[in-house]
């Protein structure tokens, strides 16, 4: 007779429950298996040394039980004082992403395919044009300093300001290690038809998966809330088509609603969530 009242079990993890699909393991990250009754669960765990990020988790049923007790478990086995978890789940992990409700959420990865055949339209008033040198490295001494002050209004993220200006400075050198001359990246400017700076656009495609990802879009202060912002949009997916995408994405802080709406207005959604549990 089944137990009723079924816990999760740690299982060994130097194998794959039946049915998992492949999962990529890169150093330092390592697996966690678990079970609770039939069901089973996989974890990529990887201990940083500000915190500890949950990747790639797959569950063999989508089951609330199994679900509400992996996150209990989960801040027994890895949740430290001032070392929160980060749990990045896509939107199909509809379980996990019922358990975590009310969890602080870190941010959103949101995308969308690209259809060569049915590009938005271009507004007639803007255009896009290559940022020189000079206004490269300018715009990424913007964008690091930027990074840092947006880490630091996020309410997912408690870091002091010297803790964000480490991660933001780490965060550009991973994306970009050869600056404003790493291959495959895009340093654009969109211009009025007076010829003034309306917008900024950072964008680099993956010859791996093929996706145009955005790094920085930002509109002038001045001209917000002009539509700029949805014209700028639709100058990185014609941009991202010629360049050979098949789709787009980019990553939103979680409590950046207006961004959020802007991004979904433009057809993109959310692929993955990032939550943050911390003591």
């Known amino acids: ?75 027994n086995l890895y949740l430290q004082p001032n070392k929160p978890v980060l749990i990045q789940l896509c939107s199909l992990q509809t379980a996990l992403n019922n358990a975590l409700e009310g969890t602080v959420i870190a941010g959103h990865m949101m995308t969308k395919a690209v259809h060569r055949d049915d590009m938005p339209p271009l507004a007639d ?43 933001s400075r780490e965060a550009m050198h991973a994306v970009a290690p050869e600056g404003g001359k790493t291959p495959g990246h ?21 010859d791996k998966t093929k996706q145009s990802f955005c790094y920085n879009i930002e509109v002038e202060p001045r001209k917000r809330r002009m539509g700029f912002g949805k014209k700028t949009l639709a100058i990185w997916e014609r941009h991202a088509a010629e360049q050979g995408a098949i789709s787009i994405g980019l990553n939103v802080f979680g409590n950046n609603l207006a961004a959020q709406s802007l991004y979904a207005g433009a057809g993109l959604f959310i692929a993955t969530t990032l939550y943050r549990i911390e003591k």
């Open 1 to 75: 007779m089944a137990d009723p009242n079924p816990e999760l079990k740690h299982l060994p993890s130097n194998s794959l429950p039946e049915g998992a699909p492949p999962i990529v393991v890169e150093d330092p990250q390592h697996l966690e298996v678990f079970a609770l009754g039939d069901n089973t669960a996989v974890l990529v765990i990887e201990e940083r040394e500000r915190e500890t990020r949950i990747t790639q988790p797959w569950l063999s049923a989508q089951d609330d039980n199994l679900a509400r007790q992996l996150v209990k478990t989960t801040r």
């Open 125 to 167: 008033d803007v255009r896009p044009r290559a940022m020189n040198e000079g206004e490269v490295a300018s715009f990424l001494r913007e964008t690091e300093e930027g990074f840092a002050r947006a880490i630091m209004e996020n309410n997912a993220d408690t870091s002091d300001w010297g803790d964000a200006k480490v991660k």
């Open 186 to 206: 895009s340093f654009l400017i969109v211009e009025d038809n007076k010829g003034e700076k309306v917008a900024v656009l950072w964008v680099a495609l993956s």
